[in-house]
């Protein structure tokens, strides 16, 4: 199968391996003439970087890059990324990366034309139309990780430093202009990087498919979501050169990111504040919380998943589900405790307050309080 193609859903899609190439081209198609790529630390030294500064160089738009993101990106990262934007008389982004180089690019050049603060534009209520959308400079995405689906959103998560909270900066214009997606980017990423960031599609995949609000065409990109995922990272996971896995991934991650449109919820709520006060991973968070919330939304979503299980040939229905989903975890080398990824000493009341503010509490099927929330994050101890 040709695994290549062009896409105009979300966002306009160059999907297939070697595309990168046509990074001049993508830049062109969004304004961009003076490019700042943004990506973080880990990211700025290897050869897919090089190569694209490279690419750029060629096409006559410069290499200038800024990659001091933290693996959770701050707010302080978004004023060091927006002064050396503007130092630079830059007029667009090139977003490379995972989800942190991803969100930091996508927020920079949000704010790149903003005179309000940055926390001005959580996502709350209509704070969005806060911005001056004239503001906004141009975003041409390119992920290098299978897991966020930062490059078909409209946000980015940034951690407040001042307050160890995770916010969600939302704007209609976030979404990229340009997105290169190249399978061949992803072949290097390291075992725990391939597990971590699938499960994070797979949990979006799931979220979105539990959520209760109407909307059919997130449920089926969901659905099928959850299928690729299965499917393939395994293949992803234990060939890291296996382009076809690795492809099929990286389509997931942005149906994922598509399909939670329709909504997130306990997962997410509970994975923000650990990553904000505990600097945890977040795909391999959500996939540790993963088993607990699918049992405490049983009653309302048993019925949809006895569903989605048979059409991915998961025998027993919703509970066959669950035991996958374990199964899944362990196999991918996931730790089963917050202990065992590394959280030492969780204040549980300033923990499950935080996740009762977070807005994807909101597409949870299940009501959550105070009360079924903590033992939540207990029972993950």
Known sequence: MNLTGNWNYP?????????ISEIGEACKAAGITRPMLITDRGLKTMDI???????MEEAGLGSAIFADVDPNPSGQNVEEGLKAYRAGGHDGVVAFGGGSGLDLAKVVAFMAGQTRPLWDFEDIGDWWTRADPAGIHPIVAVPTTAGTGSEVGRAGVITNTETNEKKIIFHPKMMPSVVICDPELTVGMPKFVTAGTGLDAFAHCVEAYSSPFYHPMSQGIALEGMRLVKDYLPRAYADGTDLEARAHMMSAAAMGSTAFQKGLGAIHALSHPIGAMHHTHHGTTNAVFMPVVLKFNADAIRDRF???AAYLGIAGGFDGFCDFVDQFNDSLGIPRTLTDLGVKDPDLDRLTDAALRDPSTGGNPVEMTAENTR???EAVL
């Open 306 to 308: 006895d569903s989605a």
């Open 375 to 377: 033992p939540l994050f």
């Open 11 to 19: 966002a306009p899609i160059r999907f297939g391996a070697g595309r």
């Open 49 to 55: 970087t090089k190569k694209t500064l490279a690419l």
